[in-house]
């Protein structure tokens, strides 16, 4: 049984810095790209950033670059988003996944879903 478990979520002020983690069990960890999307209040899910297999590659949305930044342990099995900067507009549930697949940011690529951690920045 394949299980994604987002952690590191909470209450941050903006302007701060916050990392999520993703601990994935049930699967070839190494044989899967993993993403992060996220869901704001009201709005549809969106592709945040993604990360290759061996950890070579990323790729990521427009908003995010420059304050997001994925890594990965294949050792540990896990994933994390390091986000600096934080902002007001960044509210929202960040899920982790995964996909048997190059890089993608599109949610139809991905086999897997975490239940989400739910981040929350004051202003």
């Known amino acids: 049984q394949v299980q994604l478990v987002e952690s590191g979520g909470g209450l941050v002020q903006a302007g701060g810095s916050l990392r999520l983690s993703c601990t994935a069990s049930?699967?070839?960890?190494?044989?899967?790209?993993m993403g992060w999307f996220r869901q704001a209040p009201g709005k549809e899910r969106e592709f945040v950033t993604a990360i290759s297999q061996s950890g070579d590659v990323t790729i990521g949305a427009d908003s995010v670059k420059g304050r997001f930044t994925i890594s990965r342990d294949n050792v540990k099995n896990t994933v994390s988003l390091q986000i600096n900067s934080l902002k007001v507009e960044d509210t929202a549930v960040y899920y982790c996944?995964?996909?048997?697949?190059?890089?993608?940011?599109?949610?139809?690529?991905?086999?897997?879903w975490g239940q989400g951690t739910q981040l929350t920045v004051s202003s």
């Open positions: 049930g699967l070839t960890f190494k044989w899967y790209t």
């Open positions: 996944a995964a996909a048997l697949r190059p890089p993608a940011g599109t949610i139809r690529d991905y086999d897997y």
